[in-house]
């Protein structure tokens, strides 16, 4: 009996990951530069499930994902290439999103993230997103994307035209950076259709700035979690996030 409830023990720490009492509070935080206080924002799944009960688990606060091969999304893109850029079977997705927020503000959007030292990244890794389509009425692609590639080196994908990004390489950070410890990824987006530019702060670091396209009736919204091109072989690895400390602040 002894010997079952260990093993059960053992189950139930591989199906629902602690989180590590010693990660590194983030210092320096870009949401430190502004003179403003942040809100919290309204949190659901994005497109109503995940791929299983795996996926996203949450405690004391903090937003676990946990992305297999083979994990499709519940999103009508997910299902097959959708809108990505390039030829792909299907995409992987387990991720929240806020509530919406109407165009023409300037908007700042900042969580806390961590990524498990014990998995990897698979190529076109994106972990953080302002997005703006929500309606039928425009199919808008997201204004900023921020992933990894293969190497695990941080990158943002800026809109520029529509559903075409301009990538960007986000300072020198890497998966790395990420591993075992907290950092923070802020993102302040004026949507001005006037003078719409974002700027991407990293651990406190501004780590790039340029404008960005605002499409017609389309809102602004945060989502984070694991988001990336499927493939049928060879596999792609098991990688897992956290996400905490999320928050959000109207500047105008």
């Known amino acids: ?52 009960s795996h996926s996203m688990k949450k405690r004391r606060g903090t937003y676990i994902f946990t992305m297999a091969h083979g994990d499709i999304g519940n999103c009508p893109t997910d299902k097959d290439s959708g809108y990505s850029s390039v030829p792909i079977p299907y995409s992987e997705r387990a991720e929240v999103l806020s509530q919406s927020f109407k165009q023409g503000g300037r908007y700042i959007f900042k969580a806390d993230l961590s990524l498990d030292p014990k998995f990897s990244t698979a190529p ?34 800026v809109l520029r035209s529509h559903h075409r990004h301009s990538t960007r390489r986000l300072g020198n950070f890497t998966r790395r950076d990420f591993e ?16 719409p530019e974002v700027s991407i702060y990293v651990g406190g670091k501004l780590a790039h700035k340029e404008h960005v396209l605002v499409q017609d009736r389309g ?32 500047v105008k």
């Open 124 to 157: 076109t890794t994106t972990i953080f997103q302002v997005h703006q389509w929500v309606t039928a009425t425009c199919k808008c692609g997201p204004y900023i994307m921020i992933f990894l590639d293969k190497k695990g080196d941080l990158y943002a994908r």
């Open 219 to 250: 809102a602004v919204f945060f989502k984070t979690g694991i988001y990336r091109f499927g493939r049928l072989a060879p596999k792609l690895p098991t990688d897992r996030l956290y996400v905490r400390d999320i928050g959000y602040a109207k």
């Open 180 to 195: 075992g410890k907290w950092v923070e990824i802020a993102v302040d987006i004026d949507t001005d259709k006037n003078d």
């Open 1 to 52: 009996m002894r010997f079952f409830c260990l093993i059960l023990a053992l189950a139930a720490s591989i199906a629902f990951p602690t989180v590590a009492a010693d990660f590194s509070i983030p210092t320096n935080k870009a949401a430190d530069a502004f003179d403003i206080k942040f809100k919290k924002l309204r949190i659901e799944t994005s497109c109503g499930r995940h791929p299983g």
